[in-house]
Structure formats: structure tokens, C-alpha cells
């Protein structure tokens, strides 16, 4: 796609980024990087510690360097956290280096497939329904700005939705090559 470039998954927490990347980039046939992994293998630790021993910010500056590794190695599918779109030079960044694709979900689906997981540090505390409004709040213009596509991950199954959206990046190639 474009040339062979990355294609960069964007999106909130549970929009399906870690899930539909690696199908995708099976398909695509291209390498696939989740950041949040590359993160915790660089740390030696997860995501939890990180932000309890250095802050967000300490997460984020962590986050911000595993991304420009990521887009100088030969083209992936990258899926992102769901705060990567919070700096500007990240935007920048993704839209230079290959296609981005806002997985958007709406906050029903995304509540429902975040009930379980205990692993989020940003939903820690507090009621989940609200934090994630208020990310979603601050984060959507973000996305937005930051897509060159944005594909809906809430009403498809992982294989359709792959499927589809492979056929959305083939159609965005063929008409912006």
C-alpha cells in the first residue's frame, strides 16, 4: 500500500489495533509492531510499572521513540496506543512514514471489550464509562487529524473486519497512489 509504507493503526483502547494488526499485516504481507509490546520488552517490564515508576510522561517519551524506530524499519503494520496521537510531532510522523487508519469503536463496544481487562493504567481508578469519554474527548480531534482513513471496528467480527479494511486500503491505493 502506498509504495509499500507502513500503515499505522490509531485509535482508543479496545478499537481493536492489537487484534486486527496482525491479521492485517499477514495479509498485507508485511511485518507487524504493536508499540505497547515493543515498549514492554524495551522496559523489561509492563506498561503498569512504567507508569507507576515514571508518570505518563515517562510512558509517553518511551512511546514517542518506540514509534520513530518503528517507522524507520521496513514497512509494517503498526498498531499504536491510544495516546500515540497526543503529541504532534507522533501525527506527524505516522502521516509521513504510510497510510493511518483511525479504528474508531463506539463506547459501548469499547466499555464491553474492556471489562475485563485489568491491565490499563489510565482505568485503574475510578468509573471506566467516564474516563473513557473524557479520553475520547480529548483524543478524537486527534485521530481525525492524524487519518488518512478511518474504518468503524465495532459491528465486524476480526476476520471481516480485516478483510474489509484490507480492501479499503487497496481502494485509498488505487485512488491516491
Known sequence: MRNRRHIVLIGPMGSGKST??????????????DLDAR??????????????????????????????????DAPAVIATGG?????????????????????????????????????????QDGDRAQKLAALQAIREPLYREAAHLLFDTAYLMPEAAVAALAGLLASDEATHP
Open 20 to 33: 486486527l494488526g496482525p491479521a492485517l499485516a499477514a495479509r498485507l504481507e508485511l511485518g507487524f509492531v
Open 39 to 72: 515498549i514492554v520488552a524495551d522496559a523489561g517490564c509492563s506498561i503498569a510499572r512504567i507508569f507507576a515508576d515514571e508518570g505518563e510522561a515517562g510512558f509517553r517519551i518511551r512511546e514517542s521513540r518506540a514509534l520513530a524506530e518503528a517507522l524507520a
Open 83 to 123: 495516546g500515540a496521537v497526543l503529541a504532534q510531532a507522533n501525527r506527524n510522523a505516522m502521516r509521513a512514514a504510510g497510510t493511518v487508519v483511525y479504528l474508531h469503536v463506539d463506547a459501548d463496544t469499547q466499555l464491553a471489550r474492556l471489562a475485563f481487562d485489568t491491565t490499563r493504567p489510565l482505568l
